[in-house]
Every structure is written in structure tokens, then in C-alpha cells.
């Protein structure tokens, strides 16, 4: 039976996200947000595929599409196989990016 939690800033806390940056000096000012301070902090590109998330679904995406086409009797909506192609594409610097810079106050995002 699964358990109901409560959302919070807990979940965060039990696998180290606060705590892995203070324990680095890292200071509110650092993390980039804004109002918090003029600190920068050099980008780190998350490793996407290295997550399980991603290579779960690009293992079983293709025999799972072929599956339901076989299986059932309507395939999948269109709309579900563009989502978890476009999941596999997301964050590939390869296929281009975006940066955004004001000019009033120089902040990147």
C-alpha cells in the first residue's frame, strides 16, 4: 500500500541538496537566484543521460511503442509518442540552445 507524504522542503533535505551546498561555501547569493545577492556561478550542464528516467525510456521507448501497436487495437495517441521523443531530445546541446541576457542589469538565464 503506498503512503501519502506531506511535500515539503524535507524530501530535498534527506537527499543532500541543502546540505551538499553549504557544504561547499556555497552561499543563497551563489545559487543564482535572483534578488538574493550578486553572486555568480559558472554552469554545470545537468547529465541527462545519465539519469535512470532517461535511460529507462530510451532503452523501452521503441519495443514499447511497437507493443502497443501489436497489442492493442488503437496505437498510442500521437501526442504520448511526441512527449516521450521529445523527453529523449530535451537538453541535447547538439540540436541547439538558447541564452538570454538583459541588458539593463546583465543577468543570464
Do not use: N, S
Not at 554545470?44 to 501497436?69: G, K, Q, S
Amino acid at each position: 500500500m503506498l503512503e501519502a507524504r506531506q511535500a515539503g522542503p524535507e524530501p530535498l533535505a534527506r537527499h543532500g541538496w541543502p546540505r551538499a551546498r553549504a557544504a561547499r561555501g556555497e552561499t543563497a547569493a551563489g545559487w543564482g537566484a535572483p534578488g538574493l545577492g550578486e553572486g555568480k556561478r559558472e554552469y554545470a550542464p545537468r547529465r541527462r543521460r545519465d539519469t535512470l528516467l532517461y535511460r529507462v525510456v530510451a532503452e523501452h521507448l521503441e519495443p514499447f511503442i511497437a507493443h502497443a501497436a501489436e497489442t492493442y487495437e488503437r496505437p498510442l495517441p500521437r501526442y504520448v509518442v511526441e512527449a516521450l521523443r521529445g523527453f529523449l531530445r530535451c537538453g541535447d546541446f547538439e540540436r541547439g540552445f538558447l541564452r538570454c541576457r538583459c541588458e539593463g542589469c546583465g543577468h543570464d538565464f
